[in-house]
């Protein structure tokens, strides 16, 4: 399957865009796969975003969880001079929303993966409420 073949029905800018490949690129698909977790900060080096929890992309989370690492990183920063307490803060501080948006991530690829009629079904019926119900938690203040 190549991207012409994908995209062939979409308007521009995306369908012409891709409409203009010289070659028939072919297009990889994969399992989706989490960073797995671990201590990320060494020698003074913290890893942030997806370089240190990526998972699914279902809520659109790489840049957000991103930006939240940094945010928290500079308070922390901005409190402390030992390098080593900052890194246990900021693992302990990060810790329970990264595991909050995996676990979200984790449910909507299982309702993504379900069979297509019972996926939208529920989709139909609770969509709207299961959407504003996960990500009333991304609303409320990091710091």
Request: proline share 6%.
């Amino acid at each position: 399957l190549g991207l012409r073949d994908l995209f062939a029905e979409f308007q521009s800018p995306p369908g012409e865009l891709v409409g203009q490949l010289n070659s028939p690129t072919e297009i990889h698909f994969g399992e989706l796969q989490e960073v797995p977790e671990h201590n990320r900060n060494k020698h003074g080096l913290v890893l942030m975003g997806d370089a240190a929890h990526a998972c699914s992309p279902s809520m659109a989370q790489g840049a957000g969880m991103a930006l939240e690492d940094a945010l928290a990183l500079a308070d922390l920063i901005s409190r402390y001079a030992s390098t080593a307490v900052i890194n246990r803060a900021f693992v302990a501080q990060r810790r329970d929303r990264v595991a909050w948006v995996r676990k979200q991530s984790r449910d909507r690829d299982k309702v993504r993966n379900l069979p297509p009629t019972v996926r939208n079904l529920m989709l139909r019926n609770l969509g709207d409420r299961l959407y504003t119900r996960s990500y009333a938690t991304l609303r409320k203040p990091l710091i």
